[in-house]
């Protein structure tokens, strides 16, 4: 009975996970794989992606042609059922709105959380990015390497399914043979950038993503991933012949029923589900890590969201995984005589050094893309190709005004069209309507290009989150307030790359709209808002100074793990999601060896 109700919940389980997304479902994963009984609480509501993705629907067939509306930000079909920018009952604080020290917070309340809808875009952190400090002076360091790592993300890649290519470049690490599946075909437009941008200096590499080119070698890489347990392996395999290989045509932020990309609803929860281990308790919003006699963890209260009532749940481990701020918010709200300032917060730095991505943008209009014949070239829904950041040796001559880097995701193609998909041609046809607009919007669809700029944000003072000393959510429990503040580093940082995606447009012969912006402090996104959140929990090798250890096993509470993106010392320019699930694993495994000895 795996979908289990507070009071169907066994009296006891060997390790609570709290939430279902990357951080919960790969700690789940290994964790029942290998024989553990998992109980994982989710605040959301259970969801089923073979059943409730919406495909295949075209815009038209959705209420306001499926544009994004407060409840559907990224759209009607958008795989995010329950939340958002806003999730209603559930508010949080922001200690200014002025727009340099914004924080805006995307959640989803959900089975599986935000890997439902996320951009599937799988970078490896690099050696540089574990060991910042001892390179510039700034930040800090982490008390691991990416030797440490390394094994975890070719696990990782191997169970997930990641396209991609080794390239040998400084600072973006190759997999290990056979972990990466072929990169899928680059657009007409892709090439273009790669063109034009190599004349630059540039490089264009295909991209890395968790979408499925090819179907998995469920032969070979069950036994890779769980040598000596052919229970495991059997489990895994037959879960791997359930997923299909890309088709190239649907909007992968809508969710895939055919399973070809990595959400935690379709990639970890089913085998883990498959070993009988795990048990799921959908709508528990747990708001408290309990505490026994000897100071260990025994459980957590949440609340039934279903019932109203208040429950608690037992087991001898307790794992957060409810995303970065989310458990920060609950072990702040963990108070106690003992630890009055929340749990594990006796270095004071529970909320601190919150870090999101560097983000600014910059589109154009080519005319060499113009009037080109259709054909049928949906591709990859993002990241065939992309930029790693390719400046090291300018940086460390000290040739740039910034430290660290950025890399560069970047699309145009023709896909389907939706309302507003050729509105805002005035700048280039001065205005036109009736035959004249059709004409226009045939010549110049699929004419257009984007560059994101994502890059490493250097934790500061000024960032942090803590608890608001009134504002609650609809079932009382306290709620965050967020501080936000770039350093130079940063705005210098997106200034960079306005001129770098200005000049790309410039060499393809385009033209930028709106123009590139010089202001670096005007070009960042928000704080936030490219929802690449972690650090509040911050991972170290002295206790005075640091909430977890290199296991992100909390110093003060040693039954007491974190697994999403809190214990990051640092935000490297990678998108974050497939570092969580390398770590996730890594301190899964670390739980069952410390469980098998008795010591936890
Ligand atoms: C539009 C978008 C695009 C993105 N693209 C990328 C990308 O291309 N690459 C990348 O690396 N990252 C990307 N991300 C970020 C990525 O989704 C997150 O890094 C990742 O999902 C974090 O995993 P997590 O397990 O920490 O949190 P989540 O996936 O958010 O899961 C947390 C779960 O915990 C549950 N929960 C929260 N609070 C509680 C509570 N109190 N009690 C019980 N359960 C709780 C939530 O309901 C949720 O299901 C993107 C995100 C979005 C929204
Ligand atoms: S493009 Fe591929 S991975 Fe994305 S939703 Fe469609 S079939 Fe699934």
Known sequence: MPFVTPKSQQRAYDVIVVGSGAGGGQ??????????????????????????????????????????TPQKPFGFYDATVDGGWQVPGEPYVRATEEYGGRFEWWRARMLGGRTNHWGRISLRNGPYDFK????????????????????????????????????????????SPGCLLPPPAPLVSDYLVKQRAG????????????????????????????????????ILAESMRGRAPCLWATPCGRGCSIRANYQSTTVH????????????TTG?????????????????????????????????VVVLAASACESVRILLNSRSAQFPDGLANSSGKLGRYLMDTVGSSVSGQVPLLESLPPLNEDGADG??????????????????????????????????PGFGTLAGLEWLTGGSYGVKFKEDARRYYGSFVGFDGRGEMIPNENSYCEIDPGVKDRWGIPVLRFHWKWSEHETRQ??????????????MGGRANPA???????AIAPGGSIIHEVGGAIMGADPGTSVTNRWQQTWDVKNLFLTDGAPFASNADKNPTLTIMALAWRAADHILERMRRQEL
């Open 27 to 68: 700690t789940a994963y290994t964790l029942c794989m290998d024989g553990a009984k998992v109980l994982m609480l989710e605040a959301g509501r259970r969801y089923t992606p073979e059943t409730e993705t919406a495909m295949f629907q075209t815009p038209d067939m959705a209420p306001l042609g499926d544009v994004g």
């Open 132 to 175: 910042p400090r001892s390179r510039d002076g700034l930040g800090f360091d982490w008390p691991i390497g990416y030797e440490d790592l390394a094994p975890y993300y070719d696990k990782v890649e191997l169970l997930v399914g990641v396209y991609g290519s080794n390239e040998g470049l400084e600072n973006t690490p190759n997999s």
């Open 199 to 234: 004349r630059l200096g540039i490089p264009v590499i295909p991209g890395h993503r968790a979408v499925l080119t090819r179907a998995q070698d469920h032969e070979g890489a069950p036994a890779r991933l769980h040598r000596g347990n052919a229970r495991a392996q059997k």
């Open 269 to 280: 929860l089913p085998p883990a589900l498959a070993t009988g281990k795990l048990d799921i």
């Open 284 to 316: 528990a919003m747990v708001y408290e890590v309990t505490l026994g006699r000897d100071g260990r963890a025994n459980g957590v209260s949440f609340v039934d969201k279903t019932t109203g009532t208040h429950e608690h749940a037992t087991a001898r």
């Open 383 to 416: 990241d065939a190709l992309y930029v790693p950041w390719w400046l090291y040796r300018k940086q460390r001559a000290g040739k740039l005004p910034f430290a660290r880097g950025y890399h560069i995701e970047f699309g145009g193609g023709r896909r389907m």
């Open 494 to 507: 997106a200034a960079h790359m306005q001129r770098t995606f200005g000049d790309i447009i410039e060499a």
């Open 516 to 522: 590139v912006e010089t202001d670096g402090a005007k």
